[in-house]
């Protein structure tokens, strides 16, 4: 097996790790594709939950909820992003829209496996050479669907 990375943002769960703190780690997961032509520049980007965790036998564990995952032509200049009336774009708004979602999922995640006596951190992120993550599902918390609605935990 190739060695991993872990990359933190805190120093403190660093150091907590190399104590021999076992965690599942939950974070926002935000994908950008970009192609590119002599004329247009198309954007991809995909946005959802993880929770990875390290097994003592270092096997990685992932599980995926998808978000969101939204194409657009990208403006020439930045500054284009904007509507003529100083509006943000509608890519914009659901990109924010996608992470607020992701965000309060992450929060609820945190919240369930440490009632269950979980250590967890939103920090710690295990870099993953994955295409494509399979979609996950759980019972554990209420989980967005398209349109902004969750789905009932039982």
């Known amino acids: 097996m190739s060695p991993f990375v872990l990359q933190y943002v805190h120093l403190e769960n660093l150091l907590a790790e190399a104590g021999g703190s076992d965690a599942l780690r939950v974070h926002v997961l935000e994908q950008t594709e970009t192609t590119s032509s002599n ?6 980007i995909s946005i959802g939950v993880c929770v990875r965790a390290i ?7 992932s599980w995926y909820c998808p978000i969101d995952k939204f194409g657009f032509y990208a403006p020439e200049h930045p500054g284009q ?15 924010d829209a996608a992470w607020e979602q992701a ?15 979980q250590t967890v951190t939103t920090d710690g992120v295990i870099e993953l050479q994955v295409a494509r993550y399979l979609p996950g599902t759980t019972r554990l918390v209420l989980l967005p669907t398209k349109g902004g609605r969750t789905t009932e935990a039982t």
């Open 39 to 44: 004329v247009l520049t198309w954007r991809e």
């Open 55 to 61: 097994t003592p036998n270092r096997r990685i564990l």
């Open 81 to 95: 992003a904007q509507a003529a009336n100083g509006q943000r774009s509608p890519e914009q708004k659901r990109y």
């Open 103 to 117: 965000t309060r999922l992450q929060n609820s995640l945190v919240a369930r496996l440490r009632q269950e006596e």
